[in-house]
């Protein structure tokens, strides 16, 4: 996993979770979770490109919401699993 994305979202993911940026005492369960969501992209054939803005905030939508719903049953949320598809998607279509 990049560790550069991982740096670059931390902030990001703290701020979508509602934690002060200077609370340091979950960081490292919260740059697990973003390695976990980077893998899990990259098991979808999503490959993020560490500059790009919409695939930070794809990243860090993944790593809150695998975070937040740990313990529920159920699906991923619709508009969730659309931009995951819509990513997956606009790659499939460059490489044609």
């Not at 340091?24 to 893998?39: I, K, V």
């Amino acid at each position: 996993m990049s560790a550069a994305l991982t740096t670059l979202c931390l902030p990001h993911l703290k701020a979508r979770l509602n934690r002060l940026a200077s609370d340091t005492t979950l960081d490292d369960t919260l740059s697990m979770r973003l390695n976990a969501a980077q893998s899990e992209l990259l098991d979808r054939g999503v490959h993020l490109i560490e500059d790009d803005a919409d695939d930070q905030m794809i990243l860090v939508d993944l790593a809150a919401y695998r975070y937040l719903n740990r313990d529920q049953p159920g699906g991923m949320p619709d508009w969730l699993r659309f931009r995951l598809k819509q990513r997956w998607m606009s790659l499939k279509g460059r490489a044609t």
